[in-house]
Nanobody, 128 residues
Framework: QVQLVESGGGSVQPGGSLKLSCTASGDTVNSNRMGWFRQAPGKEREGVAAINTGSGSGVTNYADSVKGRFRISRDNAKKTIYLQMNSLKLEDTAMYYC???????????????????WGPGTQVTVSS
């Protein structure tokens, strides 16, 4: 079993930055991918970014809406992934969730249903 804990959420003004962290614990040996998802009120959960966490290279995927603004990274020794969020927009406001799973490469990297484990979430609010 895998436990995930997010941190780093908060309130920022448009154009600001935040860095989220997610640390995994428990039996993580079979998890090969982690990702960030977000859900705003009235909207479905959407994938933001994902990264391979296996022994290979840290291949990443991003949603079109965050490309060039967000960057996902990993520290496998710490079982931690990060989401550096720059140039934040009002529409980035959401609860951000960390997820982990054991996915085939061809799976939908940003598909919420592909992941088995979820953190409780951390709120990101962008407002003036």
């Amino acid at each position: 079993q895998v436990q995930l804990v997010e941190s780093g959420g908060g309130s920022v003004q448009p154009g600001g930055s935040l860095k989220l962290s997610c640390t995994a614990s428990g039996d993580t040996v079979n998890s090969n991918r982690m990702g960030w998802f977000r859900q705003a009120p009235g909207k479905e959960r959407e994938g933001v970014a994902a990264i391979n966490t296996g022994s290979g290279s840290g291949v990443t995927n991003y949603a079109d809406s965050v490309k060039g603004r967000f960057r996902i990274s990993r520290d496998n020794a710490k079982k931690t992934i990060y989401l550096q969020m720059n140039s934040l927009k009002l529409e980035d406001t959401a609860m951000y969730y960390c997820a982990a799973g054991n996915l085939r490469y061809a799976s939908r990297w940003l598909g919420p249903n592909e992941y088995n484990y979820w953190g409780p979430g951390t709120q990101v609010t962008v407002s003036s």
